[in-house]
């Protein structure tokens, strides 16, 4: 898929390794910094309504320890954590829209670890004829491809690729030209600065001078050597006449850092996150005048992240939870009751299940299943229903309370009042 087919130059080519780029790598950073936030649970169908999480479920275990062994003494290792694997899930995600993980088995067929492959280190394999959509995968090793089963990858897609349907589609393809752009600036930037911070002028040998001792090239390299470098700001000679001509040129006058904004803003636009929550100066500055830090950390959960675990999930119950027995009545969802940013929006969830509740509308089990809460048989039942089992408190025995004591003639002559 070519989004720039009208153009002889191959910006994807151009835009090189996009985990150089900064402007990519501060979407993937943010992306995989807060996957792990909201655990990934395994779910069962507990009524038509209720589902409550398996916590002891295998699959959940094998995903929170990935690549988890037993050492010769029987301590458990492990060379890295579901943390680190959601972070590499997560550059593979943004700069390729195709994430490779590997199932390894044990002697009895048993998956006990699962490692990431890196999208540029496994492709998948089809018959031309279209027999099969995927025959078998590939991953590279010592510069040969080796064959891997389709049961033994778990293939994650960015949507799909419409000429290669087999492959997932990362919406960055649609921005290589801007994030060259970027990468341009700012080596064009840093040029700049290292010689000397302006374009200043142009030196020449002195046409109107007659026998002129220095040439053209002999001038450059003298300029040069006396003016940068650990010779910047020290003053110079030159023998014969020559001419300088100031252009007055700056980084400020050419706007290369106004030059930014227009990749912060479409890659922003593309992946769905807002540019201030990356970090980008486009979006810090919108800040200012409009929404609030957490109002737009809160979009970026509403419109990428949640959207996107429930794509992560939907293929995670699809090509990994059936390695672990029956999936009938299971599902696979992330945690989001965990998630810190969202916790306003879980004051508002809890308001409105409790209404919920109090209106009829929904039992206690489900209202407990929605904020993420453990059920019980006897929670399947209805505010009035359960009101109906409500019996008033019995009424208080009447007391024998003593009057106070009443003096006649120095004798009490108080009496016993009920």
Request: aromatic share 6%; no cysteine; glycine share 10%.
């Given at each position: 898929w070519n989004p720039y087919a009208n153009s002889a130059v191959n910006y994807?080519?151009?835009?090189?390794?996009?985990?150089?780029?900064?402007?990519?790598?501060?979407?993937?950073?943010?992306?995989?910094?807060?996957?792990?936030?909201?655990?990934?649970?395994v779910l069962k169908q507990k009524s038509a309504k209720v589902l409550e999480p398996?916590?002891?479920?295998?699959?959940?275990?094998?995903?929170?320890?990935?690549?988890?062994y037993l050492t010769r003494d029987g301590n458990p290792r492990e060379w890295y954590s579901s943390e680190l694997l959601w972070k590499a899930f997560a550059f593979s995600w943004i700069t390729d829209g195709n994430v490779y993980i590997r199932k390894v088995r044990n002697a009895s067929g048993q998956v006990i670890q699962l490692w990431y492959e890196p999208h540029f280190t496994c492709r998948p394999r089809w018959p031309q004829d279209g027999s099969e959509f995927i025959s078998h995968y590939e991953v590279?090793?010592?510069?040969?491809?080796?064959?891997?089963?389709?049961?033994?990858?778990?293939?994650?897609?960015y949507g799909i690729d419409p000429n290669t349907p087999q492959l997932g589609l990362s919406p960055v393809a649609s921005v290589y030209r801007e994030?060259?752009?970027?990468?341009?600036?700012?080596?064009?930037?840093?040029?700049?600065l290292k010689n000397g911070g302006v374009i200043p002028f142009i030196i020449s040998p002195d046409p109107s001078a007659a026998n002129a001792s220095l040439s053209a090239r002999e001038i450059k390299d003298e300029w040069e050597y006396r003016t940068t470098g650990d010779n910047l700001g020290r003053p110079m000679v030159l023998t014969g006449p020559i001419k300088v001509q100031d252009i007055g040129v700056s980084p400020e006058k050419l706007l290369v850092e106004k030059a930014s904004a227009i990749p912060e803003e479409r890659l922003a636009a593309v992946i769905g996150i807002p540019a201030a929550v990356?970090?980008?100066?486009?979006?810090?500055?919108?800040?200012?005048?409009?929404?609030?830090?957490?109002?737009?950390?809160?979009?970026?959960y509403e419109s990428f992240l949640i959207p996107t675990q429930r794509v992560i999930a939907g293929e995670l119950k699809a090509q990994l939870l059936p390695e672990f027995g029956d999936t009938k009545g299971l599902d696979v969802k992330h945690d989001l009751a965990q998630v810190r940013v969202l916790q306003e929006d879980r004051k508002a969830l809890f308001e409105r299940e409790t209404m919920a509740f109090e209106k009829d509308i929904k039992t206690r089990a489900e209202v407990r299943s929605a904020l993420g809460l453990d059920t019980k048989p006897e929670d399947e039942i209805y505010f009035s229903e359960w009101r109906e089992t409500l019996k008033p408190a019995p009424e208080m025995p009447p007391l024998n309370v003593a009057a106070p004591p009443q003096l006649v003639n120095g004798k009490d002559q108080s009496?016993?009042?009920h």
């Open positions: 994807k080519r151009e835009a090189g390794d996009l985990g150089g780029s900064s402007l990519v790598m501060a979407a993937v950073n943010w992306m995989g910094t807060n996957l792990p936030e909201a655990p990934l649970q398996v916590l002891d479920h295998p699959m959940r275990d094998v995903w929170q320890h990935p690549t988890r590279l090793r010592n510069g040969l491809w080796y064959r891997v089963e389709v049961e033994d990858v778990i293939h994650s897609r994030i060259f752009t970027d990468g341009e600036r700012a080596r064009y930037s840093a040029l700049i990356l970090g980008y100066g486009v979006g810090l500055d919108q800040t200012k005048v409009g929404a609030t830090m957490r109002e737009l950390r809160e979009q970026a009496k016993v009042v």
